[in-house]
């Protein structure tokens, strides 16, 4: 039975599933496998602090998020299907894993940051 996001667990487990799939995916996984260049074990605890800041508003994460899709889109062009592509992958995890009122925040808050991204990104 599914439940709603409640802690870090819950977003490890979150974060965890999303880039399993990312990884694999046809369509941008090659952004995180191949032009990144992920070391995955750097970058998961990472966006375990970012949602869970997002989220839960801990003040635990520091970084630059615009600078790293600025630096990536100049390696390999970004295109607005792109984000697209990411935010259904992410809402259709969330749906998946959870579901109640911070599920539902962290679905909006995800395509809010993506929208910001996109727009300072490729414009």
Do not use: C
Not at 44 to 61: K, S, T, V
Not at 69 to 75: C, I, P, T, Y
């Amino acid at each position: 039975m599914k439940t709603d996001i409640k802690n870090r667990n819950d977003i490890e487990k979150l974060v965890n599933a999303f880039y399993d799939k990312i990884k694999t995916d046809g369509t941008i996984g090659y952004f995180f496998t191949d032009v990144a260049k992920v070391n995955w074990e750097l970058h998961l605890p990472i966006m375990y602090d970012f949602w869970e800041n997002i989220l839960f508003f801990n003040g635990n994460y520091t970084g630059n998020p615009m600078v790293k899709h600025k630096e990536l889109h100049q390696k390999s062009e970004m295109k607005e299907a792109h984000f697209q592509h990411w935010n259904a992958l992410f809402n259709e995890t969330v749906d998946q894993l959870f579901i109640g009122e911070k599920a539902t925040e962290i679905k909006q808050r995800a395509m809010n940051i993506s929208s910001l991204l996109m727009n300072k990104t490729i414009g």
